[in-house]
């Protein structure tokens, strides 16, 4: 398994709340029509290590469909169908990589080091400095690199 960009967390609303902190960006991630300013607030936060950051990026957030938003978002919270990700990585029998920004805008990166891993690759979180929610895409060749490596030891 690898992580990029989102400590486990949930379900519920208070374990949730206490990864991600509210803030006016929240209502593109959980509303369905959220204000079209906060719509680019968002993808210039979710890319902000890349430059320029592709129209596309921003195109496609902007159709992406409210209601989808909105469903996830109640589901994610509420529902007893979704599986406590902490104790899924605290049980987990193979390998996780977790390949984090060290500039992560949405959440405490470095929070991820006090979570339980079983078997959390080279045993502590890859951190990828100057990088931001999406290393992947902010760096790929330094996050190509540690996938390599990751999977090469498998």
């Given at each position: 398994m690898i992580l990029p960009g989102t400590p486990p967390?949930?379900?519920?609303?208070?374990?949730?709340?206490?990864?991600?902190?509210?803030?006016?960006?929240?209502?593109?991630?959980?509303g369905e029509a959220p204000p079209p300013e906060l719509v680019s607030q968002y993808v210039h936060?979710?890319?902000?290590g890349t430059k320029p950051i592709?129209?596309?990026?921003?195109?496609?957030?902007?159709?992406?469909?409210?209601?989808?938003?909105?469903?996830?978002?109640?589901?994610f919270l509420?529902?007893?169908?979704?599986?406590?990700?902490?104790?899924?990585?605290?049980?987990?029998?193979?390998?996780?990589?977790?390949?984090?920004?060290?500039?992560?805008?949405?959440?405490?990166?470095?929070s991820l080091d006090a979570l339980?891993?079983?078997?959390l690759w080279r045993g502590k979180v890859q951190y990828i400095a100057g990088s931001g929610h999406a290393p992947f895409f902010e760096q790929p060749a330094r996050y190509a690199a540690l996938l390599a490596e990751f999977l090469n030891g498998l």
């Open positions: 967390c949930g379900p519920g609303a208070e374990e949730i709340l206490s990864v991600f902190p509210p803030s006016d960006l929240t209502a593109v991630v959980t936060a979710l890319y902000g592709p129209e596309e990026f921003f195109a496609a957030a902007r159709r992406f469909d409210g209601r989808m938003r909105r469903i996830f978002s109640e589901h509420m529902s007893d169908e979704v599986k406590p990700q902490r104790r899924v990585v605290a049980e987990w029998q193979k390998p996780i990589a977790v390949i984090e920004g060290d500039e992560e805008p949405f959440f405490v990166a470095k339980t891993w079983k078997n």
